[in-house]
T-cell receptor, first 116, second 111 residues
């Protein structure tokens, strides 16, 4: 079974430039997450989708970050314009929600962003 | 909202000895507690999880304990091996499935 697929794996951009990350979740998973992981820290949730609906985007910096999940499958996360502090690993994850809680989430390999 | 504290941030143990990582959480509504292992440059991978209706769970050399009253849970690795070297993250999730992670523990297994 294919896992969560992300691209690109690595991206180096100059500040103020835009960048986009793409995620393909595990087939059949209805919930998709974008996390940001800074060096030496745990993943921090940016946005969570249930199917096409963003059910939790409270941690997404909406002035420069946007995300979409068209047709409830693939998702893109965009940053425009990027700032130096956006350098991090952007992790996509997915899960299949079957009950009120306790559903295992599976991570992709991450997209490593360096803003210079 | 939920806050997860994890200790220690770095842990070095001799190969063959046991390692213990501890976490506390703040939201009494949290009822699911997964542990993830992340090797350098790799994705976080689930190694064990526990739900609030269980006090302890074991899987070969790995065990997790949960104390709901004190709101803390721990990961125990026995007979540590070189391949156990990694960063370990605890996490807590409530009914809204919002999973909050600790800051991680870097485990070094010394030869």
């Amino acid at each position: 079974e294919a896992g969560v697929v992300q691209s690109p794996r690595y991206k180096i951009i100059e500040k103020k430039q835009p960048v986009a990350f793409w995620c393909n979740p595990i087939s059949g998973h209805n919930t998709l997450y974008w996390y940001r992981q800074n060096l030496g820290q745990g993943p921090e949730l940016l946005i969570r989708y249930e199917n096409e609906e963003a059910v939790d985007d409270s941690q997404l910096p909406k002035d420069r970050f946007s995300a979409e999940r068209l047709k409830g499958v693939d998702s893109t996360l965009k940053i425009q314009p990027a700032e130096l502090g956006d350098s991090a690993v952007y992790l996509c994850a997915s899960s299949f929600i079957t009950g009120p809680s306790g559903n295992t989430i599976y991570f992709g390999e991450g997209s490593w962003l360096t803003v210079v | 909202g939920e806050n997860v504290e994890q200790h220690p941030s770095t842990l070095s143990v001799q190969e063959g000895d046991s390692a213990v990582i501890k976490c506390t959480y703040s939201d009494s509504a949290s009822n699911y507690f997964p542990w993830y292992k992340q090797e350098l440059g790799k994705r976080p991978q689930l190694i064990i999880d526990i739900r609030s209706n269980v006090g302890e769970k074991k899987d070969q050399r790995i065990a997790v304990t949960l104390n709901k009253t004190a709101k803390h849970f721990s990961l125990h690795i026995t007979e540590t091996q070189p391949e156990d070297s990694a960063v370990y993250f605890c996490a807590a999730s409530n009914r809204d499935d919002k999973i909050i992670f600790g800051k991680g523990t870097r485990l070094h297994i010394l030869p």
